[in-house]
């Protein structure tokens, strides 16, 4: 089995798969960088980054991109989703760069929604 990674990791295949890491990895520091800039994400950009599979794809390129490291970049990612969706229970701020006050209150509407307030 580790010869066979091995082996694999050294082939053509294995270029290639490590280069559309660092593709979409690249794409997913520019896209943030731009956000910082100022500059507006496009519509299909925004909807085409809301799928799941996209985001597990685009945020283990980032990390791939650099560490060079796949088991680190996926790890990474798991990490991310465990704690989004296992341990928050999806419960999610309403911005995405929340100042003490939001995150004080995150959950809070959800929370009174639930119990019929």
């Known amino acids: 089995m580790i010869n ?12 290639y798969a490590k280069n559309f890491l660092r593709v979409c990895g690249a794409y997913g520091i520019i896209v943030v960088f731009a956000q910082d800039a100022g500059i507006r ?3 299909l950009q925004a909807k085409f980054t809301q799928n799941i599979w996209v985001q597990i794809v685009m ?4 990390a791939y991109s650099v ?5 680190q970049s996926f ?3 798991l990490i991310y989703f465990v704690l ?3 341990l928050s ?7 995405c760069f929340p100042g ?5 209150k995150c959950g809070e509407k959800k929370k009174d929604s639930l119990i019929g307030v």
Do not use: P, R
């Open 59 to 62: 945020f283990t390129s980032v």
């Open 100 to 104: 003490q006050c939001e995150i004080d």
């Open 41 to 43: 994400t496009g519509c």
């Open 84 to 86: 989004k969706y296992v």
């Open 67 to 71: 560490t060079d490291d796949f088991f």
């Open 4 to 15: 066979a990674l091995h082996k694999w990791n050294n082939s053509k295949k294995s270029e």
């Open 75 to 77: 790890s990474g990612t």
């Open 89 to 95: 229970k999806n419960v999610v701020n309403d911005v």
